[in-house]
């Protein structure tokens, strides 16, 4: 449903920014797999602002899951504010998930507590839920939040986990 999204929140129960380090770094060599010139390395606090687009993307809670149907899922709490001029639209499918094989896997559409899709105005925010298929794997995977497919300016989380049992 593509709509006005809801303002203020609890930011997907992660830290408020107030108390997150807005910032990011930008990597001098590739310490991920598929890193790219203008990417957005999140830091510790999985808080980066992408200025260019208007849009500060926290995201953090990442946990592997099942859903209702029991396909496993690794899923992240995101909370997307709009810190812009002008009003940005908000998609689940802007984030996606390399695995360690190197496979990107696009955000589910559908989870419970999804992050909605649709349109922010100035300071306004979004939070909800983004999960992908888990291919159960051990290792590094690269989160990426790519706004347009044309804008350099990329937000990326490394996130590490244990294989998957069972």
Same mark, same amino acid.
């Given at each position: ?53 208007? =849009?500060?993307? %926290? ?13 496993? %899922? ?11 001029? %002008? *009003?940005?639209?908000?998609? *689940? ?47 590094? =995977?690269?989160?990426?939040?790519? *706004? ?9 989380? %490394? ?8």
């Amino acid at each position: 449903m593509l709509g006005a999204c809801g303002s203020g929140g609890a930011r997907a129960g992660l830290n408020s920014a107030a108390s997150a380090s807005i910032g990011c770094v930008a990597p001098s060599r590739p310490v991920y797999a598929g890193a790219r010139q203008g990417d957005c390395l999140a830091g510790a606090a999985h808080h980066f602002v992408v200025a260019v687009r208007g =849009y500060e993307v %926290l995201v953090g809670n990442w946990k592997r899951t099942t859903d209702d149907a029991g396909h496993r %899922l690794i899923c992240a709490g995101v909370n997307i504010e709009d810190v812009g001029p %002008l *009003p940005v639209e908000v998609r *689940p499918s802007e984030f996606r998930l390399q695995a360690p094989s190197g496979r990107v896997e696009t955000a589910a559409a559908a989870t419970s507590n999804g992050l909605a899709a649709g349109r922010l105005s100035t300071g306004a925010q979004e939070d909800g839920s983004v999960c992908w298929a888990d291919p159960g794997q051990g290792g590094q =995977y690269v989160a990426r939040f790519a *706004p347009t497919a044309t804008d350099p300016h990329n937000g990326v989380w %490394l996130i590490s986990f244990l294989p998957a049992s069972g």
